[in-house]
């Protein structure tokens, strides 16, 4: 895992650890059980540099564009199995503040970018609908000019940091008439009139990520709140797929390879039958085809990284390393269960909370079903 990390990574890792010892293992049971983790989490993130790595200097961030250092925030969240708190930290850094970066104008920058930084404004993305899933050509939420201001109808779903979040890029029709010409990105802000946060969604994993319903009620929000251009939102949004991608196969490798340690620590110490579970042939030989799953799979997600920072790696490229570590993080967790038995469906153990965790990686970011479609139009 750390062939592509030097000193200077590993320096960061070691503090971004003992930050989460400190300030999120001793809480991340009761954000599980709120469905929310604690939002004074990502200013203090942001005083010790582990949010907006990449934002310039000059506005408070890290000043760097290697993605290492994103990568090494999802590694050290997986093994400390804090799936719930690292997606919503993740999303911050990997998803959301590279659109703020790219496409704020200096006015915007200067006004958005330092709350980013320190952890202060909390970032989300609204693209999926109630009626619209992975298909973004069809979403229905309007923005409609008036004068000097655009007034947005409409409603998402399943948006992580739904309830947290200050600054939200909404993904809106600003010409129903123009297809994905017509649709742009709109920066709605906490507390505009008619901009309503609903349910908190219940969920069968991934609790302390805050996944909420936003409704939009004729809210008016400023024009210079379009982040970029008026109808380039589709070109827009491609932009960062790949980062976005890549994000979620980092943290599905690493998820994988947290529960295997996990487990091979239980079963040297549980008994069975007068002997150690790990004593048995089953146990060596599930243990050995997972190790040997994610140890082949980590060069191939290490070059994607790598790829990421030369601006080199396809879509193609992220799809599949965000198609089979998610598969992987999915069958490892099961399979890794079961050698638990009945503890391991227990939420005694950090496996059962990573097995329902794993669940939705295969869908959210594009579904697996999406990815191979991707895969498949590349090779064709």
């Not at 907006?52 to 090494?72: C, V």
């Not at 993305?125 to 979403?139: F, N, Y």
């Not at 690493?254 to 089953?282: C, H, M, S």
Request: aromatic share 10%; proline share 3%.
């Amino acid at each position: 895992m750390t062939a592509i990390y030097d000193e200077t990574h590993e320096l960061f890792r070691e503090s971004l650890r003992s930050f989460i010892a400190a300030e999120m293992s001793p809480d991340y049971a009761d954000w599980e059980a709120a469905g929310i983790m604690d939002r004074e989490v990502y200013a203090s993130a942001g005083k010790h540099g582990f949010v907006g790595m990449a934002i310039p200097e000059a506005y408070g961030g890290g000043g760097s564009d290697d993605f290492r250092f994103n990568a090494i925030v999802s590694e050290e969240l997986a093994a400390a199995g804090m799936a719930g708190g690292g997606l919503g930290l993740c999303l911050h850094n990997d998803i959301t503040t590279p659109y703020f970066i790219e496409y704020c104008t200096p006015a915007q920058a200067a006004r958005w970018l330092p709350g980013i930084a320190s952890g202060e404004l909390i970032t989300a993305i609204a693209m999926t609908e109630p009626g619209t899933g992975s298909d973004l050509a069809s979403i229905a939420t309007t923005a409609v000019r008036d004068g000097d201001e655009l007034v947005v109808n409409g409603a998402k779903t399943f948006i992580t940091n739904g309830i947290n979040s200050d600054v939200v890029i909404v993904v809106c029709r600003t010409d129903p008439d123009a297809g994905r010409a017509g649709m742009s990105l709109l920066v709605v802000e906490r507390g505009m009139e008619g901009f309503e946060r609903g349910r908190n969604l219940d969920k069968i994993g991934q609790h302390s990520a805050d996944t909420a319903e936003l409704f939009f009620d004729d809210v008016r929000v400023p024009v210079e709140n379009l982040l970029g251009e008026e109808g380039r939102a589709f070109e827009y949004l491609g932009f960062n797929l790949a980062q976005e991608r890549l994000s979620i196969a980092v943290y599905g490798l690493a998820a994988a390879r947290a529960a295997l340690g996990w487990t091979v620590a239980y079963v040297k110490e549980r008994k069975a039958f007068g002997q150690p579970i790990a004593a048995f042939q089953n146990t060596k030989f599930v243990l050995a085809e997972v190790s040997t799953e994610i140890e082949v799979t980590q060069p191939f997600v290490n070059d994607c990284v790598m790829k990421l920072n030369a601006g080199e790696l396809t879509p193609a490229e992220a799809a599949m390393a965000k198609l089979w570590a998610t598969e992987l993080q999915g069958r490892t967790t099961d399979r890794c269960l079961q050698l638990f038995g009945g503890y391991g469906y227990t939420t005694e153990y950090p496996i059962g909370r990573a097995y329902a965790d794993a669940r939705v990686t295969t869908i959210y970011g594009g579904t697996s079903e999406i990815m191979k479609t991707i895969i498949a139009k590349d090779l064709l």
